[in-house]
């Protein structure tokens, strides 16, 4: 029996896959993508699949996936989305096959307790607060009890978060074999177990590093595999963007500072110029960051500015540090790398600051209070991905239920470089014409008016009371959330929850619990939250989801296209803001059960002609512009 034909024997098995998915009916959808999925690996094909909320996805590619017999690596869009699979879904998916299967869960070193980087960090003594060095007492402790060093499974409140790179490891700072407690390294261990494992759930962020460390000639992170699987696939671009790049930040340069101090204190303690160096660097960084002013994100300003005079000056700053780590460096381990990573960062700044924008790359900066990072971007990954991706694997099944634009794929296929994949898209089986409604705020002002948020606000606050809170209000900008915010609380709005006040699995805990509240978010909520029944019947999106116009990225993506002759509307922004607004609205309903309302303030989506794309993206919802017929909806 072909692989095809046992999928299909699974499925068709509705009372055995029950037995292990209370609930489970079969589902057209879900079995046209599994036999997709099943004759794509049986061939050794590209699939590229569009799964609507409710098809089913997961189980599609695992049950396949599974039965092949061969070696599948499972990629994630998120680190939540990658133990949800890890934890519930694979081993669901390994007791409907009734095969055992070895599997393991790799995540970035970032995620994982260092034990020599915490012995160090409780040497030095210095904490900016009693509470970070409680923090680490409480995963000192916890580091003799766990398996596997996973941050994400220590027990309490999460540490404080500048307390993350004091306990963890980089690939920069890493003394790989040379380390003390190697032997005892829950990364190496983790590593180990995929390297034996038949299926390893990863995310993106640890594909892309992984593929960027290859090309670059500096070894691997992943094992080979016969099958790749990439979840939630709309976000590979960017991923790939960001590590097919170049990145210099302060917190790299401040913890080449800090360790330097750490390092001369344990192997070196007569260098007193090692600790004037490292207190050089932390002021030349700090005088960057003075530089850059108050801009949040935006194009690098190249010779003459006052940024690159002090951008310079950091790095002679690098180059003085890496020649008096030189000598240094034979007498210890840490020490040495030490010197390795200024070697790195100089290098790596000097090409930040010698790159002329003019080979398809764009030099950026972005900073976040204190802090910033110094990026370069490759405006096109489709060569990155498409090479890597022909020295990995014989089958690829890239989903997600936002791919395709008006059913088409291009826009995905193009950036990846995939243009002669196989597609597949299927559409959701829950009926949103019965159970869904599309409001639009009559007469609201244009999203540009400087009126629009205080009138967009006054539309839709009768809504929430129709609808008694239950509401997700969804935002393009931080600026437009903090405004919304103000206003409700002025208005004395019950369990208001807002993005940033507490961690996203807390206000999505209490969220679920309340059952009136009102959730205010940005893009960390547009997509990978899961919320089913009651307590989410409102979903409201302040305007399309258009890019900022200031982004630098953007403007540098937009003049490229431009220069090649291209529709840089067409083909690259308005195919994104399609795709963000799907994902906001995927949202609303997760269960065939839930009823809900969207809510849009923005009126390009039927006054401009690029509206019909937006409108026949989404799923076929009614849509009206009279407030009685939200309140007829929630009442019935």
């Known amino acids: 029996m072909g692989l095809s034909e046992q999928v299909a024997a699974i499925l068709a098995a509705e009372d055995e896959v029950a037995g292990q998915l209370p609930g489970y009916a079969p589902r057209a959808e879900q079995q046209s993508m599994a036999q997709a999925v099943a004759t794509a690996i049986e061939h050794d094909q590209t699939l590229v ?23 599948v690596i499972v990629s994630t869009g998120t680190r939540t989305l990658q133990d949800q699979l890890f934890q519930r879904d694979l081993p669901t998916a390994q007791a409907v096959v009734e095969r055992p299967v070895r599997s393991a869960l790799l995540k970035g070193r970032g995620n994982y307790l260092c034990l020599y980087r915490m012995e160090r960090t409780l ?15 409480r995963l000192r402790a916890w580091s003799g009890r766990t398996d596997t060093g996973d941050l994400a499974d220590a027990p309490g409140e999460a540490p404080d978060p500048r307390l993350i790179p004091r306990v963890t490891s980089t690939a920069d700072n890493c003394l790989g074999q040379e380390c003390p407690l190697y032997a005892e390294c829950f990364l190496m261990e983790a590593r180990r177990k995929a390297q034996e494992a038949d299926v390893v759930v990863i995310n993106h962020h ?3 590093a992984d593929w960027a460390l290859r090309e670059g000639g500096h070894g691997e992170v992943l094992p080979p595999a016969d099958v790749y699987i990439l979840d939630e696939a709309h976000q590979l671009p960017d991923t790939a963007a960001r590590f ?18 750490l390092e001369q204190q344990r192997e070196a303690g007569d260098s007193a110029e090692l600790v004037e160096q490292a207190g050089q660097l ?16 935006a194009a690098w300003k190249g010779s003459g500015s006052e940024q690159f005079t002090a951008a310079q000056a950091l790095l002679q700053t690098l180059a003085d540090l890496t020649q008096v780590l030189a000598p240094q460096s034979v007498r210890g381990r840490g020490l040495e790398a030490c010197h390795r990573r200024s070697e790195s960062l100089h290098a790596e700044l000097a090409r930040f600051l010698a790159a002329h924008g003019d080979g398809g ?25 498409q090479r890597s991706r022909a020295q990995h694997g014989r089958s690829w099944i890239l989903t997600s239920a936002t791919l395709a634009i008006e059913g088409r794929f291009d826009h995905l296929l193009q950036r990846l470089g995939l243009e002669t994949a196989e597609t597949l898209a299927l559409e959701s089986p829950f009926d949103f014409a019965q159970n869904t409604l599309l409001y639009l705020p009559p007469a ?38 903090s ?15 807002v993005q940033g006040e507490a961690a996203q699995q807390q206000l999505l805990s209490r969220f679920r619990d309340s059952g009136q509240a009102v959730l205010l978010g940005t893009q960390s909520f547009w997509e990978g939250v899961d919320v089913r029944g009651p307590a989410l019947s409102c979903v409201l999106i302040d305007r399309l989801p258009f890019a900022s116009p200031a982004d630098p990225v953007l403007q540098a993506r937009v003049e490229w296209l431009r220069a090649e002759g291209r529709n840089a509307f067409a083909e690259y922004q308005l195919p994104e803001a399609v795709i963000g607004l799907r994902q906001g609205v995927g949202r609303l309903i997760r269960d065939a059960a839930d009823r809900g309302v969207l809510v849009l303030g923005d009126h390009r989506l039927i006054s401009k002609g690029y509206g019909r794309q937006f409108r026949r993206s989404l799923p076929p919802m009614p849509l009206t512009q009279a407030f009685d017929d939200v309140a007829a909806f929630f009442a019935r």
């Open 49 to 71: 699949v569009e799964a609507g909320t409710g098809t089913g996805k997961t189980l599609a590619y695992l049950l396949p996936a599974l039965l092949s017999g061969q070696r």
């Open 123 to 137: 040497e030095s003594g210095r904490f900016e607060s009693a509470g970070m060095a409680d923090d680490l007492q």
């Open 206 to 208: 640890l594909l892309m």
């Open 244 to 261: 097919f790049g170049l990145s210099v930040s302060s917190r790299q340069l401040n913890d080449l500072a800090r360790d330097t101090r």
């Open 282 to 297: 932390e002021r030349a960084t700090a005088e960057l960051r003075l530089a850059l002013g108050s801009i949040t994100r």
């Open 361 to 385: 790359e764009v030099s950026w900066v972005e900073t976040h209070g204190q802090s910033f990072s110094l990026r370069l971007t490759p405006l096109d990954v489709a060569e990155h991905f």
């Open 444 to 481: 609201l002002p244009a999203p540009s008016d400087g009126q629009f948020n205080e009138a967009y606000l006054q539309a839709v606050e009768p809504v929430l009371q129709a609808s008694g809170g239950r509401a997700f209000m969804l935002f393009t900008s931080h600026r437009a959330l």
């Open 483 to 497: 405004v919304a915010a103000q206003w409700l609380r002025a208005r004395g709005w019950p369990d208001l929850l």
